[in-house]
Each structure stands twice: as structure tokens, then as C-alpha cells.
């Protein structure tokens, strides 16, 4: 079982609209977490941490749900330049962070 | 400039040849990383180094050599080409501060092994 999973999508959604990631990692040990955002095999940049108590940032809203080892991503009203693949990242001890394979998403006009 | 930079950034190179990738960053970050990606593995680690002249093992780590004699540099060597080295090489960095875990990447190196 691969230590991040995520469902790759595609996920095409129209402009305006809401969409939902989710993640499960399989390590309980994991400590910090993270959304990063990747253009077209470009490098990925850092979007958000998610914290436990959940966080926001603009459109975007990160949450954390130890007991179910599950991390979320939502964007609301979603824009062209949206359109990415969205990495979930965990760290767990190590000294390196663990990435899933990335969910793309297509936002379409 | 400030930042991550990588070079080459496109490599051509044949099966049986050392290749050396490099890694420049100038925040003065104590850890520095290496990464492979290929579609359907996406991001894996080869080797991490906490600071200088310390370097350690990450899971694709066969037929990669590390070095870091310096804080800013992190090259990564390739001792004899193989076709399945053929990837995308990302070097990261991040700071040593407790609690401060998120890595900064540079622009990539396309690697092609014929």
C-alpha cells in the first residue's frame, strides 16, 4: 500500500464551481502535512500546510482528520488558472517529506 | 538571483556515462533533496542531506552518489547511466528550524538516457 494515495483524477469542473480532493495516508505517525500545487511537470510549489483545526487560505481550505488518516482540499469558485495537479505531502519522521501522485484538475471555461 | 537553481536543465546522455546534476541554493537552507519523477511514481526521494558532509539514503537511492561539501551545493551523480534513470531530477531545500518542514524546489532537470 503506498504510503499517499489520491484519487488522479481527472477532475473537470466548469469555471465558478466547488471541487473536493481527498488523501489518506497510511502511517498514524505522520506529523505534518501539506497541498502542494504542480504545472504541467514543472516544480511543485508549496499551496498550503493543513493544520488540525483546519485552515483557509482565500478560496482554498485545507482539512486534517487524524482519526481517519484522510486530508482534504477544497476550492471554491474555481478559475482557469486553477488548473494544476494538486500533490498531498506528509512527513513522518523522516526528514523528507512523502508525496502522493497528484490529482489533476481541469477547470474549464 | 535568490533561490533554488538546478543545471543543466535538459540533458542528453548515453547509457554507460557519469552524469552529474546540479544543485544551488542560496538561503542558506541545512536541508537539501533529491527527488526523481516519473509518471505513475510521481515525486521519490533519492538522497537527502541534513547539512554538510552529512547525506543519507532515500528510497531510489541505487546508482545515485551524493556529495555536499558545501551548505549551498548538492550535486547528484550518476555513476553509469541506465535508461530507466531517463526522469525528471527536482532538488529541494528547507530550513533546519523545528516545526518548518515545507521544502522549496528548484526548476527541474529533464534527464535523458539513450
Known amino acids: 500500500r503506498k504510503e499517499v494515495e489520491q484519487d488522479p483524477g481527472p477532475f473537470n469542473v466548469p469555471e465558478g464551481a466547488t471541487v473536493a480532493f481527498n488523501c489518506t495516508y497510511s502511517n498514524s505517525a505522520s506529523q505534518s502535512f501539506f497541498w502542494y500545487r504542480q504545472d504541467c511537470r514543472k516544480e511543485p510549489k508549496l499551496l498550503m500546510s493543513?493544520?488540525?483545526s483546519g485552515n483557509e487560505d482565500g478560496r482554498f481550505t485545507a482539512q486534517l482528520n487524524r482519526a481517519s488518516q484522510y486530508i482534504s482540499l477544497l476550492i471554491r469558485d474555481s478559475k482557469l488558472s486553477d488548473s494544476a495537479t494538486y500533490l498531498c505531502v506528509v512527513l513522518t519522521g523522516r526528514r523528507a517529506l512523502t508525496f502522493g501522485s497528484g490529482t489533476r484538475l481541469q477547470v474549464q471555461p | 538571483d535568490a533561490g533554488i537553481t538546478q543545471s543543466p536543465r535538459y540533458k542528453i546522455t548515453e547509457t554507460g556515462r557519469q552524469v552529474t546534476l546540479m544543485c544551488h541554493q542560496t538561503?542558506?537552507?541545512?536541508?537539501m533533496f533529491w527527488y526523481r519523477q516519473d509518471l505513475g511514481h510521481g515525486l521519490r526521494l533519492i538522497y537527502y542531506s541534513a547539512a554538510a558532509d552529512i547525506t543519507d539514503k532515500g528510497e531510489v537511492s541505487d546508482g545515485y552518489v551524493v556529495s555536499r561539501s558545501k551548505t549551498e551545493n548538492f550535486p547528484l551523480t550518476l555513476e553509469s547511466a541506465t535508461r530507466s534513470q531517463t526522469s525528471v531530477y527536482f532538488c529541494a531545500s528547507r530550513t533546519g528550524t523545528s516545526g518548518a518542514y515545507e521544502q522549496y524546489f528548484g526548476p527541474g532537470t529533464r534527464l535523458t538516457v539513450t
Open positions: 493543513v493544520y488540525s
Open positions: 538561503w542558506s537552507h541545512s536541508y
